[in-house]
């Protein structure tokens, strides 16, 4: 039995981020369960994690049990110990507060996939600590293009992932012949797209939107325009230009969920992009729903507990600030 990491150890993180892990377990048992019992055809397989963070996660919400949940790093690192052709992990884990490579997270990280994969797992495992940019460069040098890759992309602010990056790692096309005909592969994404910021910012900060979509302001501005004049909502517009760019590089439409906050507002969308037949239908028919229904037994009934949580929280800050202003030093000025 694994011992859960420290509080310390994990990344603070809100219950509705255990959307994004279990979309992203999900997938990768496709690659595990399925790929992986391919005999000799099954590929070798990399993964890049470009914000691995601490591999472990825990709740910073009141309501929420203080058991820690593993992250993506942990996550990949447990699925390439059960795919038979895993060639190699490489994990980013940057602080930009930190300020120096070396940082507490980074060594957690290493312990927890450590414990993980042992210490000598059957891949090459690599850490890296820069910003992402610097990060895919590295990254891209030494995967080999030519069999599937896998990179997670899960920042906390769309500053954090411009569109020149997606592109820049999605540019890696590889075109081989099958007896269908000619195939072109290109890098796996897992996405997370912060539409929550980028629904703010369209106003107060529209370079951010700039930056995450990679179109002039002209551009997206006036095709977010025509989609709310037709009915849609900001979010939903954002999604479908990010989602037809993606579309128009992969030949065929990412697979897209809204994650949920605890009290329902929606907090960014998930992009799974993939040009492999297979794996999409799989997602799309067998893991999808098992993912909605883990999703309503599993998940609902706790974030509901949060939210009536916070919601009594406040009413009782609304009664406690209430009762300061009928208090006696109020009274009569
Ligand atoms: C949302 S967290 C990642 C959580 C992680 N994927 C998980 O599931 O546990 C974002 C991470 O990106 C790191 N980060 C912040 N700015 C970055 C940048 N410019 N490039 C790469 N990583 C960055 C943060 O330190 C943080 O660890």
Not at 231 to 236: F, K, L, P, W, Y
Not at 258 to 283: K, P, T, W
Request: aromatic share 10%.
């Amino acid at each position: 039995m694994t011992e859960d990491p420290p509080p310390k150890d994990c990344e603070a993180s809100k219950w509705h981020s255990r959307q994004k892990h279990e979309f992203l377990s999900a997938y990768l048992s496709i690659w595990t369960d399925h790929v992986g019992r391919g005999g000799s055809s099954r590929p070798p397989l990399e993964v890049v994690d470009g914000f691995a963070a601490f591999g472990w996660c825990r709740s910073i919400e009141p309501g929420v049990s203080r058991t820690p949940w593993e992250g993506t790093a942990v996550i990949a690192a447990k699925a390439m110990v059960r795919y038979p052709a895993a060639k190699r992990l490489i994990l980013n884990s940057y602080d930009p507060s930190a300020g120096t490579p070396q940082s507490h997270q980074l060594e957690c990280l290493k312990r927890a996939i450590a414990k993980v994969a042992g210490a000598k797992p059957r891949f090459a495992v690599e850490y890296l600590a820069a910003p992402i940019e610097d990060a895919v460069a590295h990254a891209e040098r030494i995967v080999d293009f030519r069999y599937p890759t896998l990179w997670l992309l899960d920042p906390y602010s769309p500053e954090e992932l411009p569109w020149a990056t997606l592109e820049r790692i999605a540019s890696h096309s590889h075109t081989y012949g099958t007896k269908r005909g000619q195939e072109t592969r290109r890098p796996e994404m897992f996405i997370t797209l912060m539409t929550q910021a980028l629904q703010r910012n369209v106003d107060l900060r529209p370079g951010m939107i700039t930056s995450a979509l990679g179109l002039p302001e002209s551009d997206w501005r006036g095709r977010v325009r025509e989609m709310v004049d037709s009915g849609a909502n900001t979010r939903q517009a954002l999604i479908s230009i990010y989602g037809q760019k993606l579309r128009s590089i992969y030949d065929r439409p990412p697979i897209v969920i809204e994650v949920r906050g605890s009290g329902r507002n929606i907090i960014y969308a998930l992009f799974l992009c993939s040009n492999h037949d297979a794996g999409q239908f799989m997602m799309l028919v067998k893991k999808l729903p098992q993912y909605s229904s883990w999703q309503e037994h599993q998940w609902s009934p706790q974030a509901r507990r949060i939210s009536k949580d916070r919601k009594r929280q406040r009413r009782g800050r609304d009664s406690t600030f209430q009762a300061g202003l009928d208090s006696e030093l109020f009274k009569n000025g």
